[in-house]
């Protein structure tokens, strides 16, 4: 199936340090959604993103859906401790849909 | 209130004994899927169904079975579960198939 990479696999970071992370595939997707994932449950979407070029804020996260269809990155600016989770990006390519293998991202207080 | 209810939550079974996870939404969602989710991989789909009676193989499809007899309803079946089936499974349902998703709790699943 198409590859989804997803970067970095982990971060550790300082509460109020800004983080970014990204997704690129090797073909094009019609939509781009980033998930976030605590322990004991299932995803939760924070973002979804329909046109290339699209520029989304969801409070303090941002996500972009990259021009070629092929990429998108969110970033979390002015990170706090309930950030803590697993982030996932997720395309649809057509009628399915991919996941990236997710970011963990830890914040020190 | 909008939920999407997969049970059992937990399952220990043995090679070859046939189980089913149920899952369950009430948001008359047209399209259904399923997810496994193990370390290292993110969530890998299952099977999906785009209407009642419609269903198309996911990334990995290998040993599983889905039906859409209903839309509010999508059985997971495992035939003939083997070990390198032990993980964590999601039902997710949403309006159409780029639409948000909303996952149920997971099953996690146990073959030895």
């Known amino acids: 199936g198409q590859q989804l990479n997803q970067s970095p696999q982990s971060m550790f970071i300082q509460e109020g340090e800004d983080v970014s992370m990204n997704c690129t595939s090797s073909?094009?997707?019609?939509?781009w959604l980033w998930y976030k994932q605590e322990p004991g449950e299932g995803p939760v979407l924070l973002i979804a993103l329909y046109k290339a070029g699209e520029l989304t804020s969801n409070g303090r996260l941002t996500a972009q859906f990259g021009i070629t269809r092929k990429d998108s990155f969110l970033n979390i600016s002015a990170s706090i401790p309930s950030d803590v989770g697993i982030y996932f990006c997720?395309?649809?390519?057509?009628?399915?849909?991919?996941f990236g293998a997710g970011t963990r991202l830890t914040v020190k207080p | 209130e909008a939920q999407v209810t997969q049970n059992p939550r937990y399952l220990i079974t043995v090679t070859g004994k046939k189980l089913t996870v149920t899952c369950s939404q009430n948001?008359?969602?047209?399209?259904m899927s399923w997810y496994r989710q193990d370390p290292g991989l993110g969530l890998r789909q299952i099977y999906y169904?785009?209407?009642?009676?419609?269903?198309d193989k996911g990334d990995v499809p290998e040993g599983y079975k889905v039906s859409r007899k209903e839309k509010r309803n999508f059985p997971l079946i495992l035939e003939s579960p083997s070990p390198n089936q032990t993980s964590l499974y999601f039902c997710?349902?949403?309006?159409?198939?780029?639409?948000?998703?909303?996952f149920g709790a997971g099953t996690r699943l146990s073959v030895l």
């Open positions: 169904s785009m209407n009642v009676e419609v269903t």
């Open positions: 948001m008359n969602h047209e399209y």
């Open positions: 073909s094009i997707f019609n939509t």
């Open positions: 997710a349902s949403s309006p159409w198939p780029g639409a948000i998703q909303y």
């Open positions: 997720a395309g649809q390519p057509n009628n399915d849909m991919r």
